[in-house]
Protein backbone atom coordinates (compact mmCIF):
# COMPACT_ATOMS: atom_id res chain seq x y z
CA UNK A 1 0.00 0.00 0.00
CA UNK A 2 1.72 3.32 -1.22
CA UNK A 3 1.90 6.09 1.02
CA UNK A 4 2.53 9.86 0.64
CA UNK A 5 3.61 11.79 3.64
CA UNK A 6 3.13 15.37 4.43
CA UNK A 7 3.72 17.70 6.89
CA UNK A 8 0.15 17.62 9.18
CA UNK A 9 0.44 21.35 9.88
CA UNK A 10 2.66 24.36 9.39
CA UNK A 11 2.55 27.75 10.92
CA UNK A 12 3.62 30.83 9.24
CA UNK A 13 3.48 34.75 9.78
CA UNK A 14 1.84 36.95 6.92
CA UNK A 15 4.76 38.31 4.56
CA UNK A 16 6.55 34.67 5.58
CA UNK A 17 7.77 32.18 3.36
CA UNK A 18 6.95 28.45 3.98
CA UNK A 19 7.68 24.98 1.83
CA UNK A 20 5.51 21.89 2.19
CA UNK A 21 6.76 18.98 1.55
CA UNK A 22 5.17 15.48 -0.31
CA UNK A 23 7.03 12.28 0.32
CA UNK A 24 6.43 8.98 -1.14
CA UNK A 25 6.70 5.38 0.83
CA UNK A 26 7.89 4.33 -2.75
CA UNK A 27 11.63 6.38 -2.66
CA UNK A 28 12.69 9.41 -3.68
CA UNK A 29 9.84 11.76 -5.70
CA UNK A 30 10.80 12.43 -9.36
CA UNK A 31 9.28 14.41 -12.06
CA UNK A 32 7.94 10.74 -13.80
CA UNK A 33 5.57 11.13 -10.13
CA UNK A 34 3.83 14.54 -11.93
CA UNK A 35 3.45 16.23 -8.76
CA UNK A 36 0.25 18.30 -8.44
CA UNK A 37 -0.34 20.61 -5.63
CA UNK A 38 -4.37 21.79 -4.02
CA UNK A 39 -5.49 23.91 -1.97
CA UNK A 40 -9.01 23.78 0.19
CA UNK A 41 -10.31 25.83 1.98
CA UNK A 42 -13.40 24.48 4.77
CA UNK A 43 -16.66 23.85 2.78
CA UNK A 44 -15.12 24.34 -0.69
CA UNK A 45 -13.73 22.15 -3.57
CA UNK A 46 -10.46 21.85 -3.39
CA UNK A 47 -8.50 24.24 -5.82
CA UNK A 48 -5.71 23.42 -8.01
CA UNK A 49 -2.35 24.77 -7.68
CA UNK A 50 0.80 23.00 -9.20
CA UNK A 51 0.46 20.34 -11.79
CA UNK A 52 3.30 18.21 -13.04
CA UNK A 53 5.81 19.54 -10.42
CA UNK A 54 5.91 23.21 -11.23
CA UNK A 55 3.81 24.56 -13.19
CA UNK A 56 1.02 26.69 -12.45
CA UNK A 57 -2.84 27.29 -13.60
CA UNK A 58 -3.94 30.40 -15.17
CA UNK A 59 -5.33 31.38 -11.77
CA UNK A 60 -2.49 30.54 -9.21
CA UNK A 61 -1.21 33.18 -7.85
CA UNK A 62 2.80 34.16 -8.91
CA UNK A 63 3.15 33.15 -4.72
CA UNK A 64 3.05 29.55 -4.86
CA UNK A 65 5.84 27.65 -6.97
CA UNK A 66 6.31 24.14 -6.89
CA UNK A 67 9.73 22.05 -7.58
CA UNK A 68 11.77 19.16 -6.47
CA UNK A 69 14.25 19.18 -3.41
CA UNK A 70 16.08 16.27 -1.53
CA UNK A 71 13.59 13.51 -2.93
CA UNK A 72 10.34 15.15 -2.18
CA UNK A 73 7.94 17.76 -3.94
CA UNK A 74 7.67 20.89 -2.30
CA UNK A 75 4.91 23.72 -2.58
CA UNK A 76 6.52 27.31 -1.52
CA UNK A 77 4.16 30.00 -0.70
CA UNK A 78 6.39 33.36 -0.36
CA UNK A 79 5.16 36.95 0.51
CA UNK A 80 2.12 34.70 2.43
CA UNK A 81 -0.99 36.31 2.72
CA UNK A 82 -3.65 36.05 5.58
CA UNK A 83 -6.36 34.06 2.85
CA UNK A 84 -3.54 30.99 2.60
CA UNK A 85 -4.65 29.58 5.23
CA UNK A 86 -6.19 26.38 4.06
CA UNK A 87 -5.32 22.61 3.91
CA UNK A 88 -2.89 21.98 1.15
CA UNK A 89 -2.35 18.27 -0.27
CA UNK A 90 -0.48 16.71 -3.10
CA UNK A 91 -0.94 14.07 -5.07
CA UNK A 92 1.36 11.75 -7.00
CA UNK A 93 0.89 9.26 -9.81
CA UNK A 94 2.17 5.82 -9.92
CA UNK A 95 1.60 3.98 -12.90
CA UNK A 96 -1.86 5.41 -13.65
CA UNK A 97 -3.02 5.16 -10.22
CA UNK A 98 -3.60 8.77 -8.06
CA UNK A 99 -2.40 8.53 -4.75
CA UNK A 100 -2.93 11.59 -2.76
CA UNK A 101 -1.07 12.81 0.60
CA UNK A 102 -2.94 13.35 3.72
CA UNK A 103 -2.42 16.78 3.63
CA UNK A 104 -1.10 19.97 5.52
CA UNK A 105 -3.26 22.45 7.33
CA UNK A 106 -1.38 25.80 6.70
CA UNK A 107 -2.19 28.43 9.78
CA UNK A 108 -1.10 31.88 8.92
CA UNK A 109 -0.34 33.20 12.67
CA UNK B 1 -15.45 28.53 -19.35
CA UNK B 2 -14.57 25.40 -18.71
CA UNK B 3 -17.35 23.94 -15.72
CA UNK B 4 -17.98 20.53 -14.26
CA UNK B 5 -21.59 20.33 -12.90
CA UNK B 6 -22.23 17.60 -10.74
CA UNK B 7 -25.51 15.88 -9.74
CA UNK B 8 -27.36 16.83 -6.10
CA UNK B 9 -27.15 15.21 -2.97
CA UNK B 10 -27.95 11.34 -2.83
CA UNK B 11 -29.71 9.54 0.48
CA UNK B 12 -29.04 5.61 -0.24
CA UNK B 13 -29.36 2.86 2.70
CA UNK B 14 -26.58 0.40 3.29
CA UNK B 15 -25.73 -2.21 0.53
CA UNK B 16 -27.07 -0.25 -2.14
CA UNK B 17 -25.79 1.72 -5.09
CA UNK B 18 -25.03 5.23 -6.27
CA UNK B 19 -24.67 6.82 -9.18
CA UNK B 20 -23.15 10.43 -9.88
CA UNK B 21 -22.67 12.28 -12.37
CA UNK B 22 -20.42 15.16 -14.07
CA UNK B 23 -21.56 17.69 -16.51
CA UNK B 24 -19.10 19.57 -18.48
CA UNK B 25 -19.11 22.10 -20.53
CA UNK B 26 -16.76 24.57 -22.14
CA UNK B 27 -14.37 22.78 -23.41
CA UNK B 28 -14.32 19.44 -25.89
CA UNK B 29 -14.93 16.54 -23.64
CA UNK B 30 -13.02 13.55 -25.20
CA UNK B 31 -9.87 15.26 -25.47
CA UNK B 32 -9.52 15.06 -21.39
CA UNK B 33 -10.11 12.47 -18.94
CA UNK B 34 -12.07 12.66 -15.52
CA UNK B 35 -10.96 11.76 -12.40
CA UNK B 36 -13.21 10.96 -8.86
CA UNK B 37 -12.09 11.81 -6.19
CA UNK B 38 -13.90 11.70 -2.63
CA UNK B 39 -13.44 13.33 0.65
CA UNK B 40 -15.30 11.89 4.08
CA UNK B 41 -16.04 14.29 7.01
CA UNK B 42 -13.38 15.67 8.34
CA UNK B 43 -10.92 13.73 6.23
CA UNK B 44 -8.14 14.30 3.63
CA UNK B 45 -8.88 13.35 -0.86
CA UNK B 46 -9.10 9.83 -1.71
CA UNK B 47 -8.37 9.29 -5.28
CA UNK B 48 -11.06 6.66 -6.49
CA UNK B 49 -10.40 6.17 -10.26
CA UNK B 50 -9.85 7.49 -13.68
CA UNK B 51 -11.21 7.56 -16.74
CA UNK B 52 -10.30 8.64 -20.42
CA UNK B 53 -12.98 9.92 -22.36
CA UNK B 54 -11.09 9.58 -25.36
CA UNK B 55 -10.85 5.76 -25.53
CA UNK B 56 -12.60 4.73 -21.96
CA UNK B 57 -9.39 3.35 -20.61
CA UNK B 58 -9.62 3.33 -16.71
CA UNK B 59 -7.45 2.91 -13.79
CA UNK B 60 -9.28 2.65 -10.07
CA UNK B 61 -8.04 2.58 -7.04
CA UNK B 62 -6.98 -0.51 -5.53
CA UNK B 63 -9.25 -0.14 -2.24
CA UNK B 64 -11.80 0.30 -4.54
CA UNK B 65 -11.31 -2.08 -7.55
CA UNK B 66 -14.48 -4.03 -8.42
CA UNK B 67 -16.97 -1.52 -6.46
CA UNK B 68 -16.33 0.97 -8.34
CA UNK B 69 -17.35 1.97 -11.84
CA UNK B 70 -16.70 5.38 -14.15
CA UNK B 71 -18.16 5.55 -17.33
CA UNK B 72 -18.71 8.39 -19.55
CA UNK B 73 -21.46 9.61 -22.41
CA UNK B 74 -20.46 11.59 -24.86
CA UNK B 75 -23.52 12.50 -26.37
CA UNK B 76 -24.34 14.65 -23.21
CA UNK B 77 -20.28 15.12 -22.39
CA UNK B 78 -21.52 13.61 -18.91
CA UNK B 79 -19.44 11.37 -16.77
CA UNK B 80 -20.40 8.85 -14.15
CA UNK B 81 -19.19 7.45 -11.22
CA UNK B 82 -20.97 4.31 -9.29
CA UNK B 83 -20.31 3.00 -6.16
CA UNK B 84 -21.91 -0.13 -4.95
CA UNK B 85 -22.13 -2.23 -1.63
CA UNK B 86 -22.53 0.89 0.13
CA UNK B 87 -21.40 1.09 3.81
CA UNK B 88 -21.53 3.81 5.98
CA UNK B 89 -17.85 4.72 5.75
CA UNK B 90 -18.91 6.04 1.82
CA UNK B 91 -20.89 8.63 3.38
CA UNK B 92 -18.36 11.52 1.78
CA UNK B 93 -18.62 14.36 -0.94
CA UNK B 94 -17.73 12.97 -4.10
CA UNK B 95 -15.52 14.83 -6.49
CA UNK B 96 -15.20 14.97 -10.10
CA UNK B 97 -12.17 16.76 -11.74
CA UNK B 98 -10.90 17.42 -15.40
CA UNK B 99 -7.54 15.01 -15.56
CA UNK B 100 -6.10 15.53 -18.80
CA UNK B 101 -1.38 14.77 -18.93
CA UNK B 102 -1.42 14.58 -15.29
CA UNK B 103 -2.72 18.04 -15.29
CA UNK B 104 -5.91 18.29 -12.62
CA UNK B 105 -7.72 21.25 -12.97
CA UNK B 106 -10.97 22.09 -13.40
CA UNK B 107 -13.34 20.63 -10.27
CA UNK B 108 -17.00 19.80 -9.98
CA UNK B 109 -18.68 21.55 -7.03
CA UNK B 110 -19.55 17.75 -5.06
CA UNK B 111 -22.33 15.90 -4.57
CA UNK B 112 -22.69 14.88 -0.72
CA UNK B 113 -24.29 11.09 -0.61
CA UNK B 114 -25.10 9.75 2.76
CA UNK B 115 -25.19 6.45 3.78
CA UNK B 116 -27.74 5.42 6.81
CA UNK B 117 -30.01 2.40 7.75
Known amino acids: QTVVTQEPSLTVSPGGTVTLTCASS?????????PNWFQQKPGQAPRALIYTTSNKHSWTPARFSGSLLGGKATLTLSGVQPEDEAEYYC?????????FGGGTKLTVL | QVQLVQSGTEVKKPGASVKVSCKAS????????ISWVRQAPGQGLEWMGW????????YYAQKLQGRVTVTTDTSTSTAYMELRSLGSDDTAMYYC??????????WGQGTLVIVSS
Open chain 1, 91 to 99: LLNYGGAWV
Open chain 2, 26 to 33: GYTFTNYG
Open chain 2, 51 to 58: ISVYNGNT
Open chain 1, 26 to 34: TGAVTSGYY
Open chain 2, 97 to 106: ARDYDYEIGY
